[in-house]
């Protein structure tokens, strides 16, 4: 047996002790990286690496690339386990992420399932990360197509033209293939997407949000083909990375990546009632979305009813458990009351775990100080009619 510390030669057919390599190395990987990956109980033993179970089922799925045991129940020959002893995870991201760009999403074990198996094949099947002539669909500067856009009025899908152009600084789409004028012009400065498969019901849905008028604005579309919508995902975080990279010229890139595209922080339905606080509770769509809190009559609206502006507490900006008595007319019965400096607004939640849930959202909004442009956004709010 080698002298290495490792299980190297273990007879075929045996089950692997409690305290080997594998566990030691699974253990190692889960508490260095736990907001990257799960409990990494699983391995694909053709690349070399430990996955969590959520990805172990998409290497499943593309057998020709990867197999995948489990560290703990399957049985492993001597070869197998000589293979993953001399690669691993560490060896196997500096070769097969060795030219990955700053502005590339890496999605968590948490993301939804089509980012995470587009990475997979992006990293592994394409080998994106390795030859940089193949990342052009998305770090070009220019990319047009078509996407299956969601009618504002009519909720139904239908073709469209998209063209993202960073050195116009902006997301463009055409209701007619001909068309000269294009239908919006949305600014990279403003643009954020995120993708929101249950919410749009296609498994490559993606929302995207912009400002009109200072209002925000969500469109919302999909393509068949998963790797033609996480390249546009990725082309879109890739013009706002340049265009941040200009506008905050001494800012690194760990300051910027995290204002590439952002997950909303909390969404779902609560109840709310209006500034005179006497008319009855209305149940509406809520969006954290950073510091601005939006409600639409449904979840796929283009525009919001209403915006909320929430501050810090340096600014007087608190949340509260419950509503001030002796409020009627609602019919959930977990109420949320946000003071701000000029009024209280009054949400209800259907059960107390979504009301905790909105709380810490809220508390988290409210816990961090002010970003100095933040400061102009409050006073939009506040001169609004």
């Given amino acids: 047996m080698p002298s290495r510390g490792l299980v190297l030669l273990w007879p075929a057919g045996s089950v692997l002790p409690k305290n080997n390599y594998f566990r030691q190395e699974a253990g190692m990987i889960k508490r260095r990286g736990t907001t990257k990956m799960g409990n990494p109980d699983w391995a694909s033993y053709t690349l070399g690496v430990f996955i969590c179970l959520s990805c172990s089922g998409i290497h499943r799925n593309i057998p020709h690339l990867s197999k995948v045991k489990s560290v703990r129940l399957d049985e492993w020959d001597g070869a197998q386990v000589e293979f993953m002893a001399s690669t691993g995870n560490t060896a196997m991201r500096a070769k097969y992420e060795s030219e990955i760009p700053p502005f590339y999403y890496k999605p968590t074990f948490s993301d ?12 592994y099947e394409r080998k994106e990360f390795i030859y940089i002539e193949k990342q052009e669909p998305y770090s070009a500067g220019y990319r047009e197509g078509f996407l299956w856009k969601r009618g504002r009025d009519n909720g139904q899908f239908l073709t469209r033209k998209f063209v993202l ?14 068309a000269k004028d294009p239908k919006a012009i949305m600014k990279i400065e403003h643009l954020n997407a995120t993708f929101q498969p249950g919410k749009i019901g296609n498994p490559h849905g993606l929302q995207i949000t912009y400002l009109k008028d200072n209002s925000t604005r969500n469109i919302f579309i999909y393509h068949e083909d998963g790797k033609e919508m996480v390249d546009w995902f990725n082309a879109i975080r890739a013009a706002r990375f340049h265009y941040l990279q200009v506008a905050f010229p001494g ?13 909303y922080l909390k969404e779902g339905y609560m109840e709310k009632t209006g500034p005179k606080q006497t008319e009855g509770f209305k149940k509406r769509w809520f969006t954290m979305d950073d510091r601005r809190l939006m409600y639409f009559k449904d979840p796929l609206d283009a525009f919001a009813r209403g915006e909320v502006f929430i501050g810090s507490k340096e600014n007087s900006y608190k949340v509260l458990e419950g509503l001030p008595p002796p409020t009627q007319g609602n019919h959930w019965p977990h109420g949320i009351t946000i003071v701000t400096p000029d009024r209280k607004f009054l949400f209800a939640c259907e059960t107390e775990t979504e009301q905790q849930e909105w709380i810490s959202a809220f508390q988290k909004v409210i816990g961090r100080p002010m970003l100095p442009q933040e400061y102009a956004v409050e006073a939009h709010f506040k001169h609004k009619p």
Avoid: H
């Avoid at 152009?165 to 001909?178: F, I």
């Fill in 112 to 123: 939804c399932l089509l980012l995470r198996e587009q990475w997979i094949r992006a990293k």
């Fill in 251 to 263: 800012a690194s890139n760990a300051d910027l990546v995290p204002k590439l595209s952002r997950n």
């Fill in 165 to 178: 152009s960073e050195r116009e600084g902006a997301l463009k789409y055409y209701n007619k293939n001909d």
